[in-house]
């Protein structure tokens, strides 16, 4: 069931070096809205509900739009909505969310080197492995999404 912590206090170190590759990420040149789309799939697919709606409502700043956000969960199945930039990263960000085992799972990679350089597909790669940790924090220590909060006023 998890227990309600305040992480960013009681690890403040250890949250300040998630931080840090925070920062690194939001300056290497990689897409921010492709990586807020990027943490609301991965967020939708570990089921946080924090991050969920922490990153719904960062997409809905930066200006996409309802449908663009209604599609995510089921993205493979749209024609036109994601971009084909897009959808290798998303692939790529289910590839490494989605890891037990597969028989087919080295045939299902994508091919990322079509539209990202090496060290673009590094730099998502560790945006993923982000999301997926911060997920897991924001789970175990039963963050409270804002949705909720401004619910409860």
């Known amino acids: 069931m998890g227990v309600r912590i305040d992480y960013t206090r009681t690890s403040s170190a250890g949250v300040q070096a998630f931080s840090a590759i ?10 921010e809205r492709l ?5 609301l799939r991965v967020s939708q697919i570990n089921g946080c509900a924090y991050c969920t709606d922490l990153h719904t409502r960062m997409l809905m700043k930066e200006g ?12 493979v199945c749209t024609e036109g909505i994601f971009s084909l930039k897009e959808r290798a990263a998303l692939a790529w960000a289910e590839y490494m969310t989605l ?8 045939e299902r990679a994508p091919d990322l080197r079509r ?30 999404p804002q949705a909720v909060l401004e619910h409860q006023t």
């Open 115 to 144: 539209y990202f350089s090496d060290e673009e597909v590094c730099d998502l790669t560790l945006a993923i492995s982000l999301i997926n940790a911060y997920n897991r924090l924001a789970i175990s220590f039963r963050n409270i």
């Open 64 to 75: 996409v739009g309802a449908e663009k956000l209604a599609a995510l969960q089921g993205w």
């Open 35 to 39: 990586r807020d789309l990027i943490n």
């Open 99 to 106: 890891i037990a085992p597969s028989s087919n799972r080295r």
């Open 22 to 31: 925070d920062h690194y990420l939001c300056h290497c040149g990689l897409d």
